[in-house]
């Protein structure tokens, strides 16, 4: 049984679907400016003449209480009086007149409003309960608002100028949005002077409805746009962001500057939009997780736009510098060298070839200076064959206006070798007005340029990082546990933690912590609790010497701080001191009642290994965010660390750990044996899984966590849950949605076959390969609306946008079939996608033929159905050819309405929710 998803043009379903609910914002057929006024200077005069002076050509209607009419056209004293119902209204008012404004607007189903006016959070309480008022209006009457305090929005492609910057930028490819309204007026006055042009520009503002998640989806799915470029202060909805960027990022470049590294600038950066900024090392993990590009210059963002928009990324960091002078390759080479890149190494073939036609005085190395009076041929010839080596990952060209060079004619050769399959080619033409029109050539040609050679290579080592990123993000992990240990570890852990709330508690015993961590696959050291001197020796000498005892305590976590650890005790008599010494210290430091006895441990010799950290803690924007890095008792003090936000797999573990400094150490140095580095990305796992699913789990430390040739093993832990009165509903939330376990079930087939229906997973790549060649023809014409060869159905591009599914936006279902010995099978796979700002979801059934006719294509579709419930959408559709009556009858069987298009040969399959 198979159903296309392909979306087609069916009658009232596609209507809905041919306009996004952001339309009515960048693309209204009509606009009602509320506050519009005659008063020179103001907003409201500016923002309705902005409308007036641009080819937007759709009716415009002041709205004005006090006039008849504003700047010559005849105004309204409200929205219900207009002769129609407008798609956009622009609202400049005083800030508490808008929530009335905006409840009229709900009332009428005015689609799309642009609240310009200030006055709202940033100004305390009071600005909070109006924006509370203006946000319940809005989603009563399912309006999409962009602002308060907001310059407004353009859109060069459409002509709407819905701002009061002085006028309207020019048409692009690019998509600039900002939560800056200043910014937003020098970077349009910067883009007017520079010829730079844009798909759009948007000024967010304070981001109360519309965020990040909703301008990227919609700029993601919109043609004109290319890239998209954002100046961010605060992120707002984590998991939106996250979500539409990881999404698009893929497809189209998104680059960010992000201010409040500092924190003086954090606190400016909250002051302005009244907004958390969290972490900044949070908020590079996480924009490393998505595959966005931040850039901490605002040249920078266009740079890096042009040059993504224009030129491949490149496979390595290996640049071919080729020049006229030695200085300005000195300068290139050493800008390359301190970002992360590196010089290719030429060929032995492609001296030779150069040998043929460079003077023989060139440099024979990489700058291959061609000498300064390189002519245009001899230019072009030199970047064609370097083009060809190897050895080079991208090439960047560099002219220095000497007397006998010719800048305009050597640039007017180079055009026909500046595109080359994978790698890209970068120009520095140096010399301001003087190479202006060879500059012009080659950006008209998309070659992209730079003043500087340093800038240059500093740009392809961005791009170089960027596409190392995505690559990362999208490779396939191995699994990293058996199921079955998954679902018996997460019962052990959801009862240790009721049990440990259920006693008032929020503080684990170490004991407990390890315990904890035994349930999700991370080997603990035995320990064993004493609650007497005598109980102490007598299992010290059980476990064998030399032992440790701690502290056994339930309210002190922080050991070492009370003098709770001692270390290496060989004998009884040492078993003794210890015990009793703890038990001192803790009674004067902190009061007996807080000493409820010892636990006692083997003593691993250190010496032979390494210690790490392994730990959780909330960020107030992303939530639960994971730290790995070098452990003991400095760890402070070296400050080696990696953040990363759950859940892991084992390629995103692998990534945190390449970019701590231990991470060479762990690979084995002076002798020492490496570590099993494939363990410890799946404990990683193991530890991102109890954290993403343990939600009453505060903080955790795992330190030392002991690392060597032999061993991984948790030497101590420290867990800490939420306060007891925390409602479930305040619980922080994870910024990536974690694997859907709740549509987990086994199931039998026709025959009694059991099988396992569940969410696919990364790691499930390889078994749809399987899947797909078991795909007979007919079955695949029918899935995909015509013949799709196995090479292009299993090439790892497409398989990784069908295994890395973003659970927020689509949940793809599959049957496995247990082999034995860790191996498994996929016999089918029901797909739905969400279709973003609706109620909306297309899904898809495909059944291997080997086991169609038991009953799993029809099953998949009702678990799909469910799915479909609980995740609150209001319908369901999908698409199928006319000859694929099983699936027809099939869904008719389900509740499904077919609709049948004799034209087209295809039905809509539909159903309301």
């Known amino acids: ?141 399912n309006l999409r608002l962009v602002g308060p305090n907001c310059l407004g929005v353009m859109n060069p492609i459409t002509g709407v100028n819905a701002t009061f910057a002085a006028g309207i930028a020019r048409r692009g490819n690019v998509a600039f949005i900002s939560q800056s309204g200043a910014l937003c007026t020098a970077v349009l006055d910067w883009s007017l002077r520079e010829e730079v042009g844009f798909s759009a520009f948007v000024s967010i503002g304070s981001m109360l409805d519309v965020g990040w998640g909703d301008l990227i989806s919609y700029f993601g799915d919109d043609p004109s746009t290319k890239s998209i470029v954002i100046y961010m202060e605060s992120i707002g909805d984590a998991r939106s962001f996250l979500s539409a960027a990881r999404e698009v990022a893929l497809t189209k470049p998104i680059i960010i500057i992000k201010p409040g590294r500092t924190e003086g600038a954090a606190k400016a950066a909250a002051s302005h939009t009244g907004s958390l900024t969290g972490s900044d090392d949070v908020l590079e993990a996480a924009f490393k997780r998505c595959g966005v590009l931040r850039v901490n210059k605002i040249s920078d963002l266009f740079h890096m736009s042009e040059v993504l928009s224009k030129q491949p990324r490149p496979q390595g960091n290996r640049l071919t510098i080729i020049t006229n002078a030695g200085g300005p390759g000195v300068l290139a080479t050493d800008a390359l060298l301190t970002t992360g890149g590196a010089l290719a190494e030429v060929a032995k073939e492609t001296i030779d070839e150069l040998n043929k036609f460079l003077p023989p005085v060139w440099s024979h190395n990489n700058p291959i200076d061609v000498i300064g009076d390189a002519g245009p041929d001899l230019y072009a010839k030199t970047l064609e064959v370097a083009g060809r080596d190897p050895n080079s990952d991208g090439l960047l060209v560099i002219l220095t206006p000497q007397a006998m060079t010719d800048a305009t004619a050597t640039a007017e050769r180079l055009k026909a070798f500046g595109h080359i399959a994978g790698k890209p080619v970068l120009a520095s033409w140096m010399g301001g007005n003087e190479v202006a029109p060879a500059e012009a050539i080659l950006n008209r040609a998309g070659i992209p340029t730079f003043a500087y050679p340093d800038t240059a290579a500093m740009v392809f080592t961005a791009m170089y990082q960027y596409n190392e990123n995505l690559r990362a993000l999208y490779e396939t992990p191995v699994p990293s546990a058996d199921p079955a240990d998954i679902e018996s570890g997460r019962a052990k852990a959801n009862a240790l933690i009721e049990s440990i709330r259920k006693s008032g508690r929020t503080i684990l015993t170490e004991a407990e912590s390890k315990d904890l961590m035994a349930c999700y696959g991370i080997p603990t050291v035995v320990t064993k609790i004493a609650k007497t001197e005598a109980a102490a020796v007598k299992t010290a000498a059980q476990i064998g010497f030399p032992i440790v005892l701690k502290l056994f305590s339930e309210t002190i976590t922080h050991k070492t701080d009370v003098g709770g650890v001692q270390l290496n005790l060989k004998d009884e008599a040492d078993v003794r001191r210890a015990f009793n010494d703890i038990k001192t210290a803790v009674t ?212 990784l946008r069908i295994c890395f599914n973003d659970y927020d936006r689509e949940i793809a279902l599959v049957a496995e079939r247990n082999l034995g010995k860790g191996r498994y099978e996929i016999l089918g796979v029901g797909r739905m996608s969400k279709v973003h700002a609706s109620g909306l979801a297309e899904f898809a059934v495909v059944v291997t033929d080997k086991w169609q006719n038991k009953g799993l294509g029809t099953e998949l579709t009702k678990r799909l159905i469910d799915i479909a419930r609980h995740e609150k959408l209001s319908r369901l559709v999908a698409y199928t050819l006319l000859e694929n009556k099983e699936m027809q009858h099939m869904c008719k069987k389900l509740g499904f309405e077919v609709h049948q298009s004799m034209e087209d040969g295809e039905c809509s399959i539909v159903m309301d929710l």
């Open 1 to 141: 049984m198979n159903v296309s998803t392909a979306q087609k043009p069916f009658s009232s379903l596609n209507r809905q679907l041919t306009r996004h609910p952001l339309d009515a914002i960048f693309a209204p057929k009509s606009v009602a400016v509320v506050g519009a006024t005659e008063k020179v200077g103001s907003v409201g005069r500016t923002v309705l003449w902005n409308l007036m002076n641009t080819p937007f050509g759709g009716p415009i209607y002041p709205v004005n209480p006090t006039r008849t009419s504003v700047l010559g056209i005849k105004a309204y004293p409200k929205l219900s009086v207009l002769p129609e119902k407008p798609e956009l209204i622009v609202v400049t008012t005083p800030a508490i007149t808008i929530p009335s404004i905006i409840s009229e607007a709900a009332d009428l189903g005015i689609p799309g409003a642009v609240v310009i006016s200030a006055g709202f959070k940033e100004i305390g309480a009071a600005g909070v309960e109006l924006e509370r008022q203006l946000l319940a209006h809005a989603r009563r009457g």
């Open 588 to 799: 004067e430091k902190k009061g007996v009642e807080h000493f409820q006895g010892v636990t006692v441990q083997k003593m691993i010799k250190l010496t032979e290994g390494y210690e790490l950290i392994l730990g959780s803690s909330i960020d107030p924007q992303f939530g639960p965010v994971l730290l790995f890095g070098m452990g003991g008792q400095l760890v402070e003090v070296f400050q080696d660390k990696a953040l990363g936000l759950p859940p892991l797999n084992t390629t995103l573990a692998r990534r945190m750990i390449e970019t701590t400094k231990i991470y060479k150490a762990l690979k084995g140095v002076r002798g020492r044996k490496p570590v099993d580095l494939a363990g410890l990305e799946k404990l990683m796992v193991g530890f991102s899984q109890l954290v993403a699913e343990q939600r009453w789990v505060k903080e955790i430390d795992i330190n030392p966590l002991f690392a060597s040739g032999e061993d991984l093993v948790a030497l101590d832990a420290r867990v800490i849950l939420h306060d007891p009165k925390t409602t479930e509903e305040q619980l922080p939330k994870l910024a990536i949605r974690p694997y859907p376990t709740q549509y987990v079930e086994n199931w039998k087939l026709k025959g009694g076959t059991p099988i396992t229906l569940r969410p696919i997973r990364p790691e499930d790549e390889p078994a749809m390969v399987g899947f797909h060649e078991g795909l007979s023809e007919r079955s695949v014409y029918l899935r995909y609306f015509g013949p799709l060869k196995l090479q292009q159905r299993v090439a790892h591009s497409r398989l």
